[in-house]
């Protein structure tokens, strides 16, 4: 069994009127291997007439961003002509790469009638061999999820990403990363696969949760030694967990901004290409890049 090297707290960061947590990057912690940053927006409830979600048209290259929507819906469009709206329940899963544009906002209906939101957005940094390679996305909505039981029907795993008890989550992930969310019943035990070597990424979103026997708080992070294969849980009450691991890269990471690359001079050369226009694409957003 895995143990424990240390717990983070997420701290708050709101961005406007959306309730914000972020335990890493964070004090005494910039990374877990390829696992680069984590916004935990709400939960809140939005009145009718609302602005919604701020994150307007923007640009990345050199990661993936995946988003889970807990709670509310989001709209998502990009340079690369990907659309979709995305419910609760549901998860997209952008690759940046060689760089594009995307906004992740609330649809009209949401921004007029108003209701709940909680959503968590990860980014997964790309090897050098991918990070020019083409943006891509999926867009998954609850339903197409693969549900696995757990501790006897007391909890499940939902798959997003990787294989698990023989079968597969509905995104290929190009790094091989596993992805997942776990719930659990209180009272629920379950062990996990946290294969050696791998960057085990573990946040508890929701209740309180026995991890290798020590108890852990919602909207911590658990920083986990590479010193087993499983991971051992127990639910102390009703708890959702973010759940996912990946190889390490062992490569450098320079970021800035929205951009995440390998050397000083990658990121130059990002900002460059942005501004020359080379991230506008063909898609919806091309009329408001310029």
Known sequence: MR????????????????????PVPGPGLDRIGPFLFLNHHGPQVYRPGNNGLPFGPHPHRGFETVTFILDGVLAHHDTGGHESVIDAGGVQWMTAGSGLIHAE???????????????LQLWLNLPARLKMTAPRYSGVQKNDLVRVPLAGGQGELELVAGAFEGQRGPISSLTGAFMSVVRLAAGAKAVLPAPAARAVFLY?????????????AQWHLVELNDDGDTLALEALGDCVLLFGHADELNEPVVAHGPFVMNTAEEIRQAFADYQAGAFNGTGPLKGLVD
């Open 3 to 22: 143990t424990i090297k240390q717990l983070h707290a997420a701290y708050r960061d709101d961005i406007g009127d959306l309730t914000t947590r972020r």
């Open 105 to 119: 906002v609330s649809p009209p209906s949401f921004k007029r009638d108003g209701g709940s939101l909680e959503i």
């Open 204 to 216: 508890v979103v929701k209740g309180d949760v026995l991890i290798a026997g020590k108890p852990v």
